[in-house]
């Protein structure tokens, strides 16, 4: 909804010294409400307040020409009502000092009222005011949370979480760029370069999320930290620490649409904000992986670890080439105990244990196809001719042997 202008009504004279300044007057609608005037750093108008002048200040009326016919809005220069000779005037908020000079040549210089809205011009337009209101919002944010601005960070959830209400309590107060941007950096990557390579992805998550959404963290920074923190698990065999809760992070999906390897082959991760453990290769920890999976037979993992690798992306062919001969072995033993499976069910043998087999391989099968194909890396769906297996037969057994097939 566009908002309403308000037309100047008059000004409001508020000590009785003939000359002064004085605050604007404005006309709602149909003329039955006034307002004053919130006015920012730069004298522009935040917010009209409604007026009722109970305390009976003198009102004045008289409005040049040139401000009558304005409408004024949230965001306008806020028209400034003074006094000089006992005659009222009025002077834009985005005037510069030098402007009333011109309208009033020397006496700007000799005049206690001229003098004193000309100085209050020229802080406007240099950012005096700006600046003092930051200090006095860094003050009282600083004050309120004193345990995250000027205490040692620590790795708890708690001071996590007073760290994420202090961002949001300073995005609540003020807009960046802000000095408190400044103390609110310097905080959130003492603590990231503390902890990052020990802790969570929840309290990882908070911590940079915070900085990259308070805009004192760029996306690549935001990126590197992840990339490192990510990186650092894998190669120190703590992946499965943060394995489970990866697909469902909504951060990492966001900083890495084609995985942390896209990421690395167009940054080289070397700038990061913490020292952390680095392979070799970068697929390194992902080749280990694969020979753990290929002794145990459990592929769970390393699906879940090509998933921080590529996301939803198709894995490289240096990837695909590695897997695909292991897909093929995998495939024959599949039609094998197919076949041996669907031979004792017609001779009505104990199927048991060719069922779990069956399964298991196909599961295995699932698993390596992820690694490779983003289409249906994660994915547990069983459809028609996936591995020469017929749907609804495989559905069958899933169920048979108490297995979720979705």
Not at 87 to 93: I, L
Not at 108 to 117: A, E, G, I, K
Not at 164 to 169: G, R
Request: some cysteine; charged content about 25%; overall charge negative.
């Amino acid at each position: 909804m566009i908002e309403e202008g308000k037309p100047l009504l008059g000004s409001l004279k508020l000590t009785r010294e003939a000359d002064s300044i004085g605050l604007p007057v404005f006309m709602g609608a149909g003329g039955n409400v006034m307002y004053v005037p919130e006015m920012d750093a730069d004298f522009l108008i935040s917010d009209f307040l409604i007026f009722t002048n109970s305390n009976k200040f003198k009102m004045d009326y008289h409005v040049p020409p040139e401000f009558s016919q304005i409408f004024y809005r949230c965001g306008d220069p806020t028209p400034i009502p003074y006094w000089f000779h006992g005659k009222c005037y009025f002077v834009s908020g985005s005037a510069e000092a030098s402007d009333l000079d011109q309208i009033h040549g020397s006496a700007v210089q000799s005049t206690d009222v001229l003098r004193c809205l000309s100085q209050y011009l020229h802080d406007a337009r240099a950012g005096v005011f700006r600046q003092e209101r930051e200090q006095w919002v860094a003050r009282d944010i600083s004050a309120a949370y004193g345990d995250v601005f000027f205490e040692t960070p620590v790795h708890s959830v708690y001071w996590v979480r007073r760290f994420v209400e202090a961002v949001k309590y300073a995005r609540n107060v003020s807009q960046p760029p802000h000095r408190i941007d400044e103390e609110l950096r310097r905080v959130g990557l003492e603590w990231i370069k503390r902890f990052a390579t020990k802790t969570d992805i929840s309290r990882m998550t908070s911590v940079v999320g915070s900085l990259v959404s308070s805009k004192s963290l760029s996306i690549e920074r935001a990126g590197s930290a992840y990339f490192a923190f990510i990186m650092h698990r894998m190669q120190s065999g703590r992946f499965k620490e943060i394995e489970r809760e990866l697909p469902s992070n909504n951060e990492f999906a966001a900083l890495f649409s084609y995985g942390i390897y896209t990421f690395y082959k167009e940054h080289d991760g070397s700038h990061t904000l913490f020292d952390y453990a680095k392979p070799y290769g970068i697929l390194d920890p992902f080749y280990k992986e694969l020979q753990i999976a290929h002794d145990t037979d459990d592929y769970t993992r390393l699906e879940l670890m090509s998933y921080a690798y590529f996301n939803r992306a198709d894995a490289p062919r240096e990837v695909g080439d590695a897997i695909v001969p292991m897909l093929y072995t995998l495939n024959d033993n599949l039609l094998e105990a197919r076949d041996e499976l669907r031979h004792r069910i017609s001779r009505k043998q104990k199927f048991e244990e060719e069922a779990s087999e069956l399964v298991s391989i196909y599961k295995s099968m699932q698993s390596l196809d992820g690694c490779v194909s983003g289409m249906y890396r994660l994915s547990k769906v069983i459809f028609n001719d996936r591995f020469g297996m017929d749907a609804r037969f495989m559905r069958s057994i899933f169920s048979m042997v108490g297995q979720r097939y979705d």
